[in-house]
């Protein structure tokens, strides 16, 4: 009876170490975050450099700023806008203000919104089309957001499978097994 009991608990514990491992590794076999890195070149001869990373997040996108050559302590105001540096278009999406420190660098994170609260998808950005500006009064640093790579891009080979396929199959195969130990659980009962 004990060798029976010790049975059941061993099945009961894989079939729920295999739902945990699966809990786990699920949200890390999908698709990889979209993400595109726009250098920020100076303007004007203002020495204001940096990057901008831009990374999808949900229907919106986050953007992490870091810029140098600001004047100490200087605001700065940065801004998603269409067409190109030499000639934006006055409708912009605000991207998180930047305060210079006493070295003239400044950072910050946040979403990238249009008319304030409507979140604006990477998609919609990363076309080749839009610009980050960098304004201290005047535009100091701009850049052209890059194409994010398209799944529509055709390869050099047809693309096989794809990436639902490995994760399909991962969650039938743990599946099975959860079954199965169900299956051989329940029998043991009897």
């Keep these: 009876m004990k060798l029976r009991q010790l049975t059941r608990f061993h099945m009961l514990g894989i079939s729920l170490a295999a739902l945990a491992i699966t809990a786990l590794l699920l949200p890390g076999m999908g698709v990889a975050q979209a993400a595109v890195t ?35 302590s200087t605001d700065a105001r940065a801004t998603m806008n269409a067409n190109t540096c030499a000639m934006p278009s006055a409708s912009f999406a605000a991207l998180p203000d930047l305060k210079a420190d006493a070295t003239g660098r400044a950072t910050a994170t946040g979403s990238v919104l249009f008319r304030g609260t409507e979140a604006v998808a990477l998609a ?12 201290a009064g005047q535009v100091v640093a701009c850049g052209v957001i890059p194409k994010l790579a398209s799944a529509s891009t055709p390869s050099t080979l047809p693309a096989t499978g794809g990436t639902a396929f490995p994760l399909m199959a991962a969650m039938a195969g743990i599946l099975g097994f959860c079954v199965l130990s169900a299956g051989l659980f329940l029998r043991q009962r009897r």
């Design 38 to 72: 726009v250098q920020l070149d100076p303007m004007g001869g203002s020495g204001v450099s940096g990057t901008a990373t831009l990374t999808a997040a949900g229907d919106g996108t986050n953007v992490t700023l870091d810029v140098k050559g600001l004047a100490p």
């Design 124 to 135: 919609t950005m990363a076309d080749g089309e839009h610009v980050i500006a960098i304004q």
